[in-house]
């Protein structure tokens, strides 16, 4: 065991690693977004115990790219004061071939699940919501480009995707692919207020993020036009048969974030 888990502390304190490790405050957040998706179109009737499962699979796909980014950023997180007690840093947990497998076991095992319990269409999206985090956006594009966050965006909305086709497998409809553009245009502004705050540990760990690249002002206009971008495009699912409910949300919702935006770019 001292191989994968270094000695240690308390059942609380392995709890706190296992939670930060697999990234689940994300996790259940993404969950939650496969579950709007699952509620807000149409379809055939399934039960309460398949949208529990897939909501479970997204989460535990969630959470295999989440630890599968600590483990391929182990260098970075250790030049980055928000990032340097994370598990792998610190040696709480042995960076080796263990965890890899552990991670692509829960990758296959949310997938083939989602496949059985749900559909295959609703598997692959769970699927590619994994492999955007972990290997497009982790891997291939957050060393060098300031569109990783663009690009890797699409994590999110495959999520909205993998719900709406659980329960309506025959098409990706306009509610799904609506609720799923306004996803993708809430990550970078979310991602590029953090990297503004975190600016001095992107720059220190050479990750190329908005702010770094630009400046923190420009980013924070940057933040502001995408913000409204989002808010816009927030009302379109309307078109599509969403009613006052989500109205009132994505303009209370909206009024809150064009606001906080602003501050910022002022």
């Not at 996790?27 to 977004?33: E, K, M, Q, S, V």
């Not at 969403?242 to 935006?261: D, Q």
Request: proline content about 5%.
């Amino acid at each position: 065991m001292n191989e994968v888990v270094a000695p240690a502390g308390s059942l609380a304190g392995h709890a706190r690693l296992f939670f930060d490790l697999f990234k689940l405050r994300i996790g259940f957040a993404i969950g939650l977004t496969a579950l709007a998706g699952a509620l807000a179109v149409p379809g055939a009737a399934v039960s309460a115990l398949q949208v529990a499962v897939l909501v479970a699979c997204v989460v535990a796909a969630s959470a295999s790219a989440g630890a599968f980014n600590q483990y391929v950023e182990r260098d970075i997180d250790a030049r980055m004061a928000r990032t340097r007690r994370r598990a792998f840093v610190t040696g709480r947990l042995v960076h080796g071939p263990f965890w890899l497998g552990v991670i692509g076991l829960m990758l296959a095992l949310a997938v083939c699940a989602a496949a059985v319990a749900v559909n295959p269409l609703s598997a692959l999206f769970v699927f590619l919501g994994a492999f955007f985090y972990g290997v497009v956006y982790t891997v291939i594009l957050k060393r060098r480009t300031w569109l990783n966050i663009v690009i890797g965006g699409l994590a999110g909305s495959f999520a909205v995707l993998a719900g709406a086709t659980g329960v309506s497998p025959d098409e990706v409809g306009p509610v799904a692919l609506s609720l799923a553009w306004v996803l993708f245009l809430w990550t970078p502004p979310h991602f590029w207020s953090l990297a503004i705050a975190c600016h001095d540990d992107y720059r220190a760990a050479g990750v190329p993020m908005l702010p770094v690249v630009v400046g923190d002002a420009r980013a924070a206009r940057a933040v502001l036009g995408g913000t409204v971008a989002l808010v816009a495009s927030s009302f379109l699912p309307l078109a599509f048969g969403l009613g006052p409910l989500y109205a009132a949300g994505a303009a209370v919702g909206g009024f809150l974030f064009v606001r906080a935006a602003s501050r910022l770019a002022a």
